[in-house]
């Protein structure tokens, strides 16, 4: 079968975000971490390559991208998918407004492609664009939490402006009033701003039908660039609807863990209901992380305390802190040693659990769960049904144990309060067919 589309995402979790909304569109999506070094074995429509490139300099997420395009050429994929941040977010310094034109004007370059657009709009999420300006929920980007980022600051909520800044090929318009008329305007829209030599359009839309009238607008363009909501109106370009087929997952088995290494608020709240529901939590602490035999310590009693708790529900092994006992962790270790520190504890301690027979494991944290998708040796994932927005269940294979097992990885402010909990029944059901 040939590959439908191909998606190139600028982080982690993004590219789990947008797997998620193409599934439950009607597609079979494989997510990769990192670009591949072999053909893609799964039969399925869509890939999404993850790379951690939003926070690089131009020069280098243009390479990682393009080598990401070679080798999703190498597949035969039909339409290129380059996604970014719901807030258009990327590495910024000094004369560089962000790395989203370049990468977008090198697949261009490299796909033969003159016009392409450009829009973050997911209404669903809180995020619509208006005569080209994008909102965080009620407010302008630029009056948003994100005018403050520490690495990706944005202080311009026009995004023709914020692009035209970073491209070479002028950037256009196409205003909310030509998207709510649909397919045939929004066309007759991108011929007139590419005869008048426009390259790039950012597109308006200000609710998630903006969103699926622009999808058939989409079809044969060959890249199109985004965040995660364009997606939803793609998957209908090639006749394909939604479907419980799409998120099966082979069944479940196996004990049950959660991994946390998240400190967000969310998390801290799923964490504190886990334990108030009677499950069995074991905290780590950071402190006593002095070397690496203490890390090695450390790792050995969480596992010696899961291997009794296993057979009877799901265990909990978490460094997830409120603000005030993580300061105190980072005044002693820094902040990035602090961060390695614990993530690498933590990833050998899911490592050690799914040698112990956890086939189904919940990671909370975006950079815990880089580290344990890499301590695991995953390369690929297979994305399966949505616990909550944004955070589906996944089926992996890893080297470690020669077998298959279910993951879902959740960023730090994803999920519900009974996240930890209905994650595990949601795949129970999935498995028995229960509703
Ligand atoms: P989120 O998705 O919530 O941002 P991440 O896993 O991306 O979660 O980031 C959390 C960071 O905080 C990781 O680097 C983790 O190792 C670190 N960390 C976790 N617990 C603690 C703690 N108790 N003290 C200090 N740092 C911690």
Redesign the pocket.
């Known amino acids: 079968m040939p590959l439908l589309l191909g998606c190139i995402a600028d982080d982690f979790?993004g590219a789990t975000d947008l797997a998620n909304n193409l599934v439950r569109a009607g597609m079979r999506v494989v997510q990769t971490i990192g670009v591949p070094s072999v053909p893609l074995q799964a039969d399925v429509d869509a890939v999404v390559v993850a790379l951690k490139s939003r926070t690089l300099p131009p020069q280098e997420a243009v390479a990682q991208s393009l080598a990401a395009l070679r080798w999703l050429q190498s597949q035969q994929v039909q339409q290129v998918y380059f996604k970014y941040c719901s807030t258009f977010d990327s590495w910024y310094r000094g004369d560089t407004r962000g790395n989203i034109g370049p990468v977008t004007e090198a697949l261009m370059q490299a796909l033969g492609c003159d016009f392409t657009i450009a829009t973050p709009a997911f209404p669903d999420n809180q995020r619509t664009v208006f005569k080209g300006h994008l909102f965080v929920g009620d407010v302008l980007l630029s009056d948003s939490g994100m005018k403050d980022h520490p690495l990706t600051p944005m202080n311009d909520a026009n995004l023709v402006q914020v692009m035209q800044a970073q491209c070479q090929r002028p950037v256009g318009l196409v205003d909310y009033r030509v998207t709510a008329q649909g397919e045939a305007a929004i066309r007759a829209r991108f011929e007139a701003l590419r005869a008048e030599g426009v390259g790039v359009a950012i597109v308006d839309a200000l609710s998630n039908d903006d969103l699926l009238r622009l999808g058939p607008a989409l079809k044969g363009m060959p890249l199109v660039t985004a965040g995660s909501g364009v997606a939803i109106g793609l998957p209908a370009n090639w006749g394909l609807t939604p479907s419980p087929a799409t998120s099966q997952l082979p069944l479940a088995g196996g004990w049950r863990a959660v991994v946390s290494?998240?400190?967000?608020q969310?998390?801290r709240a799923q964490v504190a209901r886990f334990k108030a529901r009677g499950g069995e939590a074991l905290a780590i602490d950071?402190l006593a992380l002095n070397d690496d035999a203490a890390v090695d310590r450390c790792v050995e009693q969480a596992l010696t305390w899961a291997s009794t708790r296993l057979a009877h529900g799901p265990v909990l092994v978490?460094?997830?802190?409120d603000p005030a006992?993580?300061q105190?962790?980072?005044q002693q270790?820094g902040?990035q040693a602090?961060?390695?520190?614990?993530?690498q504890t933590?990833a050998r301690i899911a490592q050690g659990l799914v040698r112990a027979g956890v086939r189904q494991l919940v990671v909370?944290?975006?950079?815990?769960?880089?580290?344990c998708v890499q301590a695991l040796e995953i390369t690929q994932l297979q994305i399966g049904s949505q616990i909550d927005p944004g955070v589906p269940w996944c089926h992996a294979h890893s080297p470690l144990v020669d077998q298959g097992l279910h993951l879902t990885l959740?960023?730090?402010?994803f999920g519900g309060e009974d996240f930890f909990q209905q994650a595990f029944v949601l795949l129970q059901s999935a498995s028995t067919g229960a509703a």
Do not use: D, F, I, M
């Open positions: 979790t290494g998240s400190c967000s969310a998390t950071p978490y460094s997830t802190a006992q993580v105190v962790v980072q270790w902040v602090a961060g390695e520190r614990v993530e933590l909370a944290g975006g950079e815990t769960s880089g580290a959740k960023s730090g402010n």
